[in-house]
């Protein structure tokens, strides 16, 4: 399969209203639009006429119609001319579905599954959009180590001074990379440590597992106290989503969940919700920052001196390369977008 016959959240749903929305997914500009009877349609953002954006036209009815001439386009690109009308003007139209607060794009009838985001039995924190100014790879590969943490976020992660104690264990499969790792956490707020039940000395968990149809992280992050015997009261599962725009720019799609063990209806989380938001979007925002400041666009290892907590760089590249890209398995140069 090539990049975009992978489904791709591209857009959450109250984006997409009464105008056309211009998006791109791997190089590839596309008008996504809500006709009057609420479906939904995504088609190549340049009328077949005179290669006008379709993205500035506007909705008619169940059809797009181009701002420069007035052909319109069906969901399924079927296209009609005013001025000639038994002339077939047909454009690309692309899979299109709505789930989880967000819009799905992928190529028509391509064979991808489209990935499970439910997690029954914890309360949806918050869908957060993220443009990071950094190649896919190299955006994949922040959210694939943990040892950025104790410096770059201040809420998730470990502490800098027990970094070596850190430990961290690599369960590749054909089709997926699994990171666990465990290590002293990093200390925060009293509110939070009260609240999240994780003190200073306690140990933070995260355990993540990389897809690649398409590219995303399911990530667990829990605490414990260092013996194991203590949980915390909050755990947390975010899938994040990698969606390459163009050689240079990465969309970082979360879906934030959790669980609380406090009494109560969802344990008391819907009180938090609005802060834990604020915390997620800060901490994200944080990796965007960060990325802004690579010194190269070059995706490849080679010539990086890497450390333990690399390993999964190369799982990830290699499966990359293969399942989400289509190359061959062979040694090849690697692919920008
Ligand atoms: S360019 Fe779209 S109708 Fe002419
Ligand atoms: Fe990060």
């Not at 109250?14 to 998006?23: D, I, L, N, T, Y």
């Not at 036209?57 to 079927?78: F, I, K, M, P």
């Not at 190269?296 to 290892?301: C, M, R």
Request: glycine content about 8%; overall charge positive.
């Amino acid at each position: 399969m090539g990049m975009l016959d992978h489904w791709h959240p591209v857009l959450k749903s109250g984006e997409v209203r009464r105008k056309p929305v211009a998006v791109t997914i791997a190089g590839q500009p596309l008008a996504v639009f809500r006709t009057a009877s609420g479906g939904l349609g995504a088609v190549a953002d340049a009328c077949p006429h005179r290669k006008l954006k379709l993205s500035a036209g506007t909705v008619v009815g169940d059809r797009l119609r181009c701002a420069y001439h007035g052909w319109s386009y069906d969901t399924a690109g079927n296209g009609e001319s005013p001025g000639t009308p038994k002339m077939s003007a047909c454009t690309t139209s692309f899979d299109i579905r709505e789930d989880h607060g967000l819009i799905w794009v992928k190529t028509r009838g391509s064979q991808a599954t489209f990935p499970d985001v439910s997690m029954p039995g914890y309360l949806p924190i918050c869908t957060l959009i993220h443009t990071v100014p950094a190649p896919l790879e190299l955006t994949v590969d922040n959210f694939n180590e943990i040892e950025h943490s104790a410096t770059v976020h201040r809420t998730f992660g470990y502490d800098l001074a027990r970094m070596h104690e850190v430990t961290v264990r690599y369960e590749p499969t054909e089709t997926t990379v699994r990171v666990v790792n465990a290590g002293p956490s990093k200390r925060f707020n009293w509110l939070y440590a009260w609240y999240f039940g994780a003190y200073p000395g306690d140990l933070f968990h995260d355990d993540w597992t990389v897809h690649f149809s398409p590219i995303y992280n399911v990530v667990d992050h829990w605490w414990t106290s260092p013996d194991g015997t203590r949980q915390g009261m909050i755990r947390w599962r975010l899938y994040i989503f990698f969606v390459p725009v163009d050689a240079a720019t990465t969309k970082v799609v979360s879906i934030t969940y959790a669980h609380s063990r406090y009494p109560g209806p969802a344990g008391a989380l819907r009180l938090v919700r609005r802060q834990f938001r604020k915390e997620l979007d800060a901490e994200l925002t944080a990796d965007v920052v960060l990325l802004r400041h690579l010194s190269s666009h070059d995706t490849s290892i080679e010539g990086m001196k890497l450390s333990r907590f690399d390993k999964s760089l190369g799982l990830t590249r290699e499966r990359i390369r293969t399942i989400y890209r289509g190359e061959s398995a062979l040694p090849l140069p690697l692919a920008t977008v």
